[in-house]
């Protein structure tokens, strides 16, 4: 594997102008729609900078993006005895940066914004395939507390 170690990035909070590179990362880690991001992404930015959602992104030097981390408060997190918990919703960075610690450098910004915010934890999941991220989340201080598997069964 290799890395351009020439790329310039900085961590910020996301912007206006971010919204089709924020989509286009989004679309990477759920492979969906683009109009169905770009749909949410609109909604974000409506409402402002609400209490209990944040989202901070890579920015390269060439005006581009090259990753992401979406935080929401919920009300419930496996595991935690707090009211009210920060959890990573999605987590994001292109494969062109991996290994560059800049998935790091997400998750501390979260841990900053949590931690000036009042919260003691942040949560975070990933899908029970997903190895990669499993050991990306142990090697940054997460403590694995539940595997569940979910069902839904469609009625009518």
Request: charged share 25%.
């Amino acid at each position: 594997m290799s890395f351009n170690l020439n790329i310039l990035v900085k961590v910020r909070t996301v912007d206006i102008i971010d919204r089709n590179e924020w989509a286009r990362m989004r679309n990477s880690l759920w492979p969906d729609s683009i109009a169905g991001h770009l749909n949410e992404i609109e909604r974000y930015f409506a409402q402002g900078e609400i209490d209990g959602e944040k989202v901070f992104v890579l920015a390269r030097d060439n005006g581009k993006l090259g990753g992401f981390i979406e935080l929401k408060v919920r009300n419930y997190a496996e595991g935690s005895q707090s009211a009210q918990v920060p959890y990573v919703e999605g987590w994001y960075v292109d494969r062109d940066l991996r290994g560059c610690g800049y998935g790091r450098q997400l998750i501390e910004i979260a841990e900053i914004w949590a931690l000036e915010n009042g919260f003691k934890e942040l949560a975070s999941d990933a899908e029970l395939n997903n190895l990669a991220s499993i050991t990306a989340h142990k090697a940054l201080g997460f403590q694995e507390v539940e595997r569940i598997v979910c069902f839904l069964k469609k009625l009518g």
